[in-house]
């Protein structure tokens, strides 16, 4: 089964496009999730001390990709199909 997220209202994609830290912490909670998984490091067999985790580098890296993204790539004019602008 899949898992259904909410998904981030419209306005606060736009706060974070213009630069208010609450409104991208927001979004970098929602994909919170997801960065974890595509951070995470397995244990390497044979060498002591290596148990999987989160790699922290990797973790600020995609964050930080995403900041930009939403900053400076992201089209506000251009909605999703079938999304409505809602104030």
Do not use: C, W
């Not at 990709?65 to 939403?70: A, G, R």
């Amino acid at each position: 089964m899949k898992h259904k997220q909410k998904r981030i209202p419209y306005g606060v994609i736009l706060f974070a496009k213009i630069g208010d830290p609450e409104a991208m912490e927001m979004v970098l909670y929602h994909f919170d999730h997801y960065i974890n998984a595509h951070s995470y490091h397995p244990t390497i067999e044979g060498v002591p001390n290596t148990g999987g985790g989160i790699n922290v580098d990797i973790k600020a890296h995609i964050q930080e990709k995403l900041m930009h993204q939403i900053m400076f790539d992201y089209d506000p004019t251009r909605l999703p199909k079938g999304e409505k602008l809602e104030f």
